[in-house]
C-alpha cells in the first residue's frame, strides 16, 4: 500500500494535460493501486493521475457505499452525453473544504480501457456521471473552481494560500 501526495491548487502542476497510456503494463497497475489507496484514505469518491502528479489518462472513481467497487478509466473518452444538464455541488482533493455549484450533463457513456487492457463502454448517471466529468477535466489540466465567478476563485486561491502559510507555520513550530 502506497500513499501519494495530492497536489494542491493552485499548484501549476494541476494545469499539465495528461498523455494516453500506450500499453497497460505493471507500472500502470502500480499507479492504479496506489491511487486507489489514496483516493480511499482521503475519503474521496475519485481521482485523476494528475493529481498525484502522474500525466497519464488514469482516472479512479467509487461512489458506492460499501467502498468496494472501483471503476478504473484507462484512456476514457465521452461517446454520449445527455442533453439533461444539472447544477450539482463538487469537491475536490486538490482544494480540500471547498465546495461550489457546477454544471455537468446529468448522464454520459464513457469509453475506456480497464486494468487488464481490454476497451469497455460504460453508461453513468448521477454522482458518478458528475465525478466522471470532474475527473476527465482534470487529465485535461482544468480544476473545477476555473467553472466559477474570477472573484469567486479569486476567494479560494487566497484562501488556500493563507492554510498552507499555516501548515508550514505548524510544521516548522513542531521542528
Ligand atoms: O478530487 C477529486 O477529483 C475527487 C472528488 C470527486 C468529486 C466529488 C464530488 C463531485 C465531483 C467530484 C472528491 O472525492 S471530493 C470529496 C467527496 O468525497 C465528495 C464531495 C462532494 C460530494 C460527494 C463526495
Ligand atoms: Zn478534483
Same mark, same amino acid.
Given at each position: 500500500?502506497?500513499l501519494l501526495p495530492i497536489l494542491r491548487y493552485p499548484d501549476p502542476r494541476l494545469n499539465k494535460i495528461a498523455t494516453a497510456v500506450d500499453e497497460v503494463?505493471?507500472?500502470?497497475?502500480?499507479?492504479?493501486?496506489?491511487?486507489?489507496?489514496?483516493?480511499?484514505?482521503?475519503?474521496?469518491?475519485?481521482?485523476?493521475?494528475? $493529481?498525484?502528479?502522474? &500525466?497519464?489518462?488514469?482516472?479512479?472513481?467509487?461512489?458506492?457505499?460499501?467502498?468496494?467497487?472501483?471503476?478504473?478509466?484507462?484512456?476514457?473518452?465521452?461517446?454520449?452525453?445527455?442533453?439533461?444538464?444539472?447544477?450539482?455541488?463538487?469537491?475536490?482533493?486538490?482544494?480540500?473544504?471547498?465546495?461550489? @455549484?457546477?454544471?455537468? &450533463?446529468?448522464?454520459?457513456?464513457?469509453?475506456?480501457?480497464?486494468?487488464?487492457?481490454?476497451t469497455f463502454e460504460r453508461r453513468v448517471e448521477g454522482l458518478t456521471a458528475v465525478c466522471v466529468q470532474h475527473?476527465?477535466? &482534470?487529465?485535461?489540466?482544468?480544476?473545477?473552481?476555473?467553472?466559477?465567478?474570477?472573484? =469567486?476563485?479569486?476567494?479560494?486561491?487566497? =484562501?488556500?494560500? @493563507?492554510?498552507?502559510?499555516?501548515? $508550514? $507555520?505548524? $510544521?516548522?513550530?513542531?521542528?
Amino acid at each position: 500500500m502506497a500513499l501519494l501526495p495530492i497536489l494542491r491548487y493552485p499548484d501549476p502542476r494541476l494545469n499539465k494535460i495528461a498523455t494516453a497510456v500506450d500499453e497497460v503494463d505493471a507500472r500502470v497497475r502500480r499507479l492504479i493501486d496506489d491511487m486507489l489507496d489514496t483516493m480511499y484514505a482521503a475519503e474521496g469518491v475519485g481521482l485523476a493521475a494528475t $493529481q498525484v502528479d502522474e &500525466h497519464r489518462r488514469v482516472i479512479v472513481i467509487d461512489t458506492s457505499e460499501e467502498r468496494r467497487s472501483p471503476l478504473i478509466l484507462i484512456n476514457p473518452e465521452i461517446v454520449w452525453r445527455s442533453a439533461d444538464i444539472v447544477l450539482g455541488e463538487e469537491g475536490c482533493l486538490s482544494v480540500p473544504a471547498i465546495y461550489d @455549484k457546477v454544471e455537468r &450533463h446529468s448522464a454520459v457513456t464513457v469509453r475506456a480501457l480497464d486494468r487488464g487492457g481490454s476497451t469497455f463502454e460504460r453508461r453513468v448517471e448521477g454522482l458518478t456521471a458528475v465525478c466522471v466529468q470532474h475527473e476527465m477535466d &482534470h487529465l485535461l489540466g482544468k480544476v473545477f473552481v476555473e467553472y466559477l465567478s474570477p472573484l =469567486k476563485r479569486e476567494r479560494i486561491r487566497s =484562501k488556500m494560500a @493563507k492554510r498552507t502559510r499555516e501548515e $508550514q $507555520q505548524e $510544521q516548522r513550530h513542531r521542528a
